[in-house]
């Protein structure tokens, strides 16, 4: 009997006992993974960035026993090619890329998991298809409206001034005005002696404001999945993820029956807490969870028992 | 949380050897008193609100064997008289009036520690009597400049929207373009039917941005002192502190040279750190102790260690 007092965590490392590319259409193939028990309850894991990739531990969030865990790299990054394309990469093209997995699985609904860029694109899906979802349990909710924008590229100076100041001033004065466009135009560059230690910079800031206590070697190296991260993020950032201003909130109406859950570390100064209680009032019926002392990052403590715990719950869900 | 070391706790609880009264013209009269060693360094604790007023637990951050530990009430707050006054109620009036009571006490030189607001006035007085300043302590820099007054009053809806929500929604609808306005029409009625309410409102939020995790306690129990403090804070945010834009930071030439440290916690959401950093780039011989994962209570430990610490270390200086 596992002991009830204690919070839920990560479940054991797994490996995969599928996995394989997927092509996409314009040349993009996509990596994906199988993970569980193949008869289990489908989920699918939607990783952040937009660009990061997936991780193995991204397996863990769910009971193997009791889930059938597709987790896949999202165009452009991680192990999909070709690596950093921004070329055919919007929210849209990633809608329909999670409903040929879908079908080419043979999955007909499922719970839809993702922290970060990972709840914009969960919103996005839901937005679009919201017969296919079984439950969503989202977390570090990123709405990316314009103060959203914003905040990430200004306004985290209150909080973490060093980390933005190297942020910042790794352009000429002049360019920091527009510190988004004048990063892109570096990261796709075609010299890699320019987009790759912008494509370093501009990761690093990301990671060390990602968690309540920064961590120790959060540097990034300078390697294909760190341009391709940074190159897809500035690249959705500079088109406002393809979405017109609140149109994830004003979309609820099309879900809102689903099953939902909403984490949130209070001091996420990634995503600011205002996003997860604006999306809390716009879908009430779903749980708000707002973890008092954790940042952005899903491996917080009070984060990660929060969502292992839901998964735990829409596990049983038909 | 910021390191492995144990926390240190603040000295024993002590009693004044000396109390008083002190009348500084306007129709405003002080509440001062003095405890640890009467031929100790002399020490000056500046409170924060403004208009907090002092706590027993402020004279602890002193060694009583080696400090003579200055305690007082600011115009209009805590046991100085009359409460909530804000007749000649200025920041020069309280420079003017620190400067009075040294002399009232005979003291020449003394250690001047002050936090939030009590950092913002220990600015201002080393600025204006850097001669009387043996040392500064100062923690949760708040430099009263327009962006830091934006910031509270606005900018915590990203962090805290239930809060502000709380706050703002104290007001009209209409009234909530200009939220320090609206708040100084209801402190200022003489009903107090209307004035209590929003003395509470005001403060609840004040104090609930001010630390880290949530608090159990009720923040802000009705009645004169909630009064006072959200009155008097009002009245110095509606006046941007009765400084110039950058007042503070031009004042560091003055008073270089005298040693200080700079203490400010990450997560310090009311007055951020961005304060502390702009300080320490105006007064680079000034030590800054920068703490992860703490805010601007000096109940967090990491903070209250380093006030400890820069104390103890300022006791042995001539």
């Keep these: 009997m596992p002991d009830q007092t204690l919070p839920a965590d990560l479940y054991p490392a797994i490996e995969p006992y599928e996995s394989g590319m997927f092509p996409v259409g314009d040349g993009h193939e996509l990596y994906y ?148 466009e004048n990063y892109f135009k570096l990261l796709v560059h075609p010299d890699p002696a320019v987009h790759m230690p912008a494509a370093a910079n501009w990761k690093t800031y990301e990671s060390r404001i990602a968690s309540l206590i920064p961590k120790a070697g959060a540097e990034k190296s300078q390697s294909p999945r760190t341009l391709a991260m940074s190159r897809i993020e500035a690249h959705y950032m500079r088109n406002a993820v393809f979405l017109p201003e609140n149109a994830l909130i004003e979309a609820v109406p099309r879900f809102r029956h689903v099953p939902g859950v909403i984490v949130h570390g209070r001091y996420d100064v990634i995503c600011p807490a205002e996003n997860a209680i604006a999306l809390s009032r716009a879908w009430p019926e779903a749980q708000l969870t707002m973890v008092p002392d954790a940042g952005h990052s899903a491996m917080e403590p009070g984060i990660r028992s929060a969502l292992v715990a839901a998964s735990d719950r829409f596990a049983e869900l038909d | 949380m910021p390191d492995t070391s144990p926390s240190r706790d603040l000295y024993p609880a002590i009693e004044p050897h000396e109390t008083g009264t002190l009348p500084v013209g306007d129709g405003h009269t002080l509440y001062y008193e003095v405890s640890g060693n009467p031929k100790g360094k002399p020490a000056l604790f500046l409170h924060g609100g403004p208009g907090s007023g002092t706590q027993p637990l402020q004279r602890r951050f002193f060694d009583p064997k080696r400090y003579r530990i200055v305690l007082f009430d600011q115009r209009g707050a805590g046991q100085s008289t009359p409460p909530g006054s804000l007749e000649a109620n200025t920041t020069q009036h309280l420079v003017a009036d620190i400067e ?140 941007l502190a009765f400084l110039g834009e950058g007042e503070l930071l031009r004042g560091v030439g003055r008073f270089r040279q005298v040693p200080g440290v700079i203490i400010h916690g990450r997560y310090d959401m009311i007055a951020p750190i961005d304060g502390a950093f702009a300080l320490a780039r105006a007064w680079p011989e000034a030590e800054l102790v920068l703490v992860e994962g703490e805010s601007h209570s000096t109940s967090d430990p990491g903070i209250r260690q380093a006030m400890l610490e820069a104390a103890d270390r300022f006791a042995d200086l001539a």
């Design chain 2, 100 to 239: 009075a009571l040294r002399r009232h006490l005979g003291i020449a030189r003394w250690v001047v520690l002050g936090g939030s607001w009590g950092s913002t006035l220990a600015l201002a007085y080393a600025g204006a009597h850097p001669e009387a300043c043996t040392a500064l302590v100062v923690r949760g820099i708040w430099l009263g400049r327009k962006r830091d007054i934006d910031w509270w009053i606005y900018g915590l809806n990203r962090i805290y929207p239930d809060y502000w929500e709380e706050f703002a929604g104290h007001l009209h609808p209409w009234e909530r373009d200009d939220i320090v306005e609206g708040y100084a029409r209801r402190l200022l009625d003489p009903d107090p039917k209307v004035h209590m309410p929003a003395a509470i409102a005001w403060r609840a939020f004040d104090q609930r941005v001010s630390t880290l995790l949530p608090q159990p306690s009720d923040p802000a129990p009705p009645g004169p002192r909630t009064l006072a403090v959200s009155r008097i804070e009002n009245h110095y945010v509606r006046n």
């Design chain 1, 33 to 180: 993974e199988l993970c569980g028990n193949p008869k289990g309850k489908p989920v699918v894991f939607l990783h952040g960035g937009p660009g990061s990739g997936s991780q193995p531990e991204h397996r863990r969030f769910f009971d193997p026993k009791r889930y059938r865990i597709l987790v896949f790299d999202q165009r452009g990054c991680g192990r999909s090619k070709p690596i950093a394309s921004i070329e055919n990469n919007t929210t849209q093209h990633l809608i329909r890329d999670i409903e040929a997995l879908r079908e080419k699985l043979g999955v007909k609904r499922w719970v839809v998991f993702g922290g970060s860029w990972g709840s914009t694109l969960g919103l996005a899906y839901a937005m679009a298809h919201p017969e296919a979802c079984t439950a969503l349990v989202l977390r570090g909710i990123w709405l990316c409206r314009k103060a959203d924008l914003q905040w990430w590229l200004y306004s985290v100076r209150s909080i973490f001034t060093e980390y933005w100041d190297d942020f910042a001033n790794y352009l000429p004065p002049d360019q920091r005005g527009d510190i988004l």
